[in-house]
């Protein structure tokens, strides 16, 4: 058992409530609680150098980071490495993401996420597998000669992964997987979301009630609203059960629509903040390949040679402060953004995206300019600014 710490900070975020001049209680891993600053307690005193704890940051979408790409190197060294590398920036929690692929490479990708789960690599949250079940017009940078509808095959491969890993989150267009399959997916506790999509809101309504409950990177790669076709957009934005990824790097999706989204939402799903971020994040990279192609690293943006993107160049903490400084969203509903609200979309809020009592002791603690002091995993510090 690791010793009972108490964490002192002159702000404490809990997901829902600010707590000034608290401490946090850490004991095994986990949140035992926050109590006043000068309250007795027979817990190691932590003085935190920040001025705020806040939830550890939970990334449903990330490709790759710190020179790796799951793609590229499916090994259990690699989501090591992708995880190492964003805990710089204040994420705790996340899915490494496998794009389109042939499905013996998804099978390799499968093992080495189950072999991460058992070994228990900090940071690791199960496995996000996006594609190849998409409609041709909507690919993005994905391979064109891999996209299919799904198949009898596809679905007992994906239902057979879910019972090796923590969680399987799976990206597909509603055109290429039936309602049918989708009821399959999600009696085995798989995650469906919508995404690289020429859906209309029929389609999306009907997905909606197979079990799909998530829309990958809201705005990109899926038929947008208009006015007699609502299409992905408008149906995201309308159906309230459903919950929407966004890259909000203000080249994915412009400030405007991203403010029209977050005020048009319904309830009780709710619009949070991915990164869809590639391997250079972390590294000096200019340029690195995916699935044969090569990607341009260049104003804040991964493009093709043709203009297209390809994933992002972005971090978490980047993406709230983008959100606030620019969007103007109060801090406290940001944060919940990148922590609450995907871990809610995800099925593992009873354990991360927040600080009460039972959670996961993973958090951040931040400066007065939204710079990352230190990132803690189960009450350990796992990175720490110089």
């Known amino acids: ?40 307690t027979d817990a190691e005193r932590v003085i935190v150098e920040a001025e705020m704890l806040v939830p550890g940051f939970v990334d449903l979408q990330v490709n790759g980071g710190g020179g790796a790409l799951l ?10 490495t992708i995880c190492s590398a964003f805990a710089r920036f204040g994420t705790t929690a996340l899915m490494p993401t496998q794009i389109t692929a042939p499905p013996e490479d998804n099978d390799t990708a499968i093992a080495a996420a189950a072999a991460a789960g058992e070994a228990g690599v900090p940071g690791f949250l199960g496995l996000h597998i996006e594609g190849p079940h998409f409609a041709l017009a909507r690919k993005g940078a994905h391979n064109p000669a891999l996209i299919r509808d799904m198949n009898d095959e596809d679905v007992a491969r994906l239902v057979a992964a879910r019972a090796r890993l923590p969680n399987l989150l799976v990206t597909g267009a509603a055109e290429a997987i039936s309602p049918e399959q989708i009821e399959k997916l999600v ?7 919508i995404g690289h999509s020429d859906a209309t809101y029929a389609q999306v309504e009907a997905a909606v009630k197979a079990g799909a409950t998530m829309v990958t990177h809201l705005f990109n790669a899926q038929s947008q609203m208009g006015n007699r076709e609502p299409g992905i957009v408008g149906a995201a934005l309308d159906i309230g059960s459903l919950s929407a990824g966004l890259i909000a790097d203000g080249i994915h999706v412009h400030a405007a629509s ?29 340029d690195f390949v995916l699935t044969g ?15 297209t993107l390809a994933g992002a160049d972005l971090t978490m903490i980047d993406a709230i402060r983008y959100v606030h400084r620019t969007i103007g969203v109060p801090l406290d509903e940001v944060l919940r953004m990148a922590t609450l609200y995907p871990a809610e979309a995800l099925g593992v809020a009873e354990t991360h995206g927040h600080l009460k009592r039972g959670a996961r002791a993973d958090f951040v603690a931040l400066g007065t300019d939204l ?8 009450g350990d510090a796992v990175f720490t600014a110089a």
């Open 371 to 378: 710079d990352i002091a230190s990132t803690h995993i189960g």
């Open 293 to 307: 192609q090569k990607v341009f690293r260049k104003d804040g943006a991964l493009r093709l040679a043709d203009g």
């Open 258 to 286: 991203l403010g029209n989204a977050l005020r048009a939402k319904r309830g009780p799903g709710h619009i949070f903040l991915v990164t869809d971020a590639m391997s250079p994040t972390g590294t000096d990279w200019t």
């Open 187 to 193: 009696a085995a506790g798989i995650v469906v979301s």
């Open 1 to 40: 058992m690791s010793p009972r710490k108490a964490f002192l900070a002159p702000r404490i975020f809990d997901g829902e409530t600010w707590h000034e001049r608290s401490a946090l209680l850490v004991a095994d891993g986990h949140v035992e609680g926050i109590i006043a600053a000068d309250s007795p």
């Open 71 to 80: 793609n590229e190197t499916p090994t259990v060294e690699a989501i090591r």
